[in-house]
């Protein structure tokens, strides 16, 4: 530590702790040293480690369990919000992490009055519904819900989407390009099936998204519901300033919606 530094003693800390798990000296799941190794090792009160630990807490750098330790926290898998709009199996392939799914659900049914009020159809239109567990490295780290109408997906109740991508099968099998897509984001806790299929405790953070994407013609082609285990995900949000008569928002509808062309939120982390 370097005492004639205008930089305080915790935050000296923090970089050198940081820095260990930047140089993999620490591999996600290590145990971190404890308090008093560390106020040993670096010359530093126990009040300073502790404050530099918490802040790596908070930072996402490190887990701290109860009774247990400190141990290095594995990399969040970063999300942009707006980019392109593109899957979860894309963005984790680009990644350098192939995933993979378990089906939980996947079968034809008539849509009830918010899904269908979703994807603009009547009520009791037969629907291709599946639901996902989303796997990378082994681990369940997204829980997918998604609602097609059938008439435009035909055969997407019998695909093997284990290893495949939605969009691909859609691209590829049924000659559709997905345009735009509309997506709320909100922070929720884990109920108890979510936490036992997401390997979470029950009330642990979870990142619950809800997402409308459109055909080029505007017609609503897929609505899903992604619950992100909170310890895992991060996301990426880029703004773009508009000036004059460009800053006006177009209306959504009650929905969320907004009319074709009026504008759009894509993200590298879906489906």
Not at 99 to 123: C, F, T
Not at 229 to 255: I, T
Request: hydrophobic content about 40%.
């Amino acid at each position: 530590m370097d005492r004639a530094s205008p930089l305080p003693l915790h935050v000296q800390v923090k970089q050198a702790l940081k820095d260990q798990i930047l140089s993999a000296a620490w591999k996600p799941g290590d145990l971190v040293p404890g308090d008093l190794e560390l106020c040993a090792e670096l010359g530093v009160s126990r009040t300073t480690v502790r404050q530099a630990l918490a802040e790596l807490a908070h930072d996402g750098w490190v887990v701290r369990e109860r009774g247990r330790g400190t141990f290095v926290a594995p990399p969040k898998l970063t999300e942009r919000a707006v980019e392109r709009l593109s899957g979860f199996f894309e963005d984790m392939v680009a990644l350098g992490y192939p995933p993979v799914s378990q089906v939980l659900r996947q079968q034809v049914r008539p849509a009830d009055e918010p899904i269908a009020a979703r994807l603009n159809v009547k009520s009791g239109t037969r629907i291709v519904e599946i639901e996902r567990l989303r796997f990378v490295e082994d681990e369940p780290v997204v829980l997918t819900t998604t609602y097609l109408p059938l008439a435009l997906a035909p055969g997407l109740e019998s695909a093997d989407l284990t290893r495949r991508s939605l969009y691909e099968f859609l691209e590829t099998e049924c000659g559709l390009s997905l345009a735009r897509g509309q997506r709320t984001i909100e922070a929720v806790a884990a109920d108890t099936r979510q936490a036992r299929l997401l390997r979470v405790r029950k009330g642990a953070p979870l990142v619950f998204l809800q997402s409308v994407s459109y055909l080029a013609d505007g017609r609503p082609i897929e609505y899903y519901l992604a619950l992100h285990r909170g310890d895992r995900s991060r996301f990426e949000v880029e703004l773009v300033r508009r000036r004059g008569r460009e800053a006006a928002s177009p209306s959504a509808d009650r929905f969320g919606r907004l009319p074709p062309g009026g504008g759009s939120v894509r993200r590298r982390n879906g489906k």
